[in-house]
């Protein structure tokens, strides 16, 4: 049975724990730092906080954001998404589904609730 340690696991996404400095909501999946932070962003939030990887549900490893209640929306659609980004080196690190799209106006603020990332064991 193939296997791997939790310090493989731990050192992948201990770079959202230490880099991670931003979270854009965006209209769409992004796949560049670009997309998420200028072509398809509605808003942003630098209150960032991802905790240190824990032992996941299921096996593997995962990663904690905890909720954001002061995004600024700078843009009106609706969003789908987030992206978590690095701005100091202009690294897009992660996206996701949103639990649910939000219609948002720019000028408001948005708020998302804590969520985990997360790699499964080996199977």
Same mark, same amino acid.
């Given at each position: 049975m193939? /296997?791997?340690?939790?310090r493989v696991f731990d050192?992948?996404?201990s770079v959202l724990d230490t880099e991670a400095n931003r979270i854009d909501i965006t209209?769409?999946?992004? =796949? =560049?730092?670009?997309?998420?932070t200028s072509t398809y962003t509605l808003g942003n939030s630098t209150s960032l906080s991802i905790g240190a990887p824990a032992d996941r549900t299921g096996g593997g490893r995962e990663v904690t954001a905890a909720a954001i209640s002061d995004g600024s929306v700078t843009g009106t659609g609706t969003a789908t998404h987030y992206a978590i980004v690095d701005t100091s080196n202009s690294r897009l690190l992660a996206t996701g589904s949103l639990n649910a799209?939000? /219609?948002? =106006?720019?000028?408001? =603020?948005f708020s998302l609730g804590s969520f985990t +990332?997360? +790699?499964p064991d080996p199977a």
């Amino acid at each position: 049975m193939a /296997s791997l340690a939790d310090r493989v696991f731990d050192n992948g996404l201990s770079v959202l724990d230490t880099e991670a400095n931003r979270i854009d909501i965006t209209s769409q999946e992004v =796949t =560049t730092y670009a997309e998420a932070t200028s072509t398809y962003t509605l808003g942003n939030s630098t209150s960032l906080s991802i905790g240190a990887p824990a032992d996941r549900t299921g096996g593997g490893r995962e990663v904690t954001a905890a909720a954001i209640s002061d995004g600024s929306v700078t843009g009106t659609g609706t969003a789908t998404h987030y992206a978590i980004v690095d701005t100091s080196n202009s690294r897009l690190l992660a996206t996701g589904s949103l639990n649910a799209s939000q /219609s948002v =106006t720019s000028g408001n =603020t948005f708020s998302l609730g804590s969520f985990t +990332i997360g +790699i499964p064991d080996p199977a």
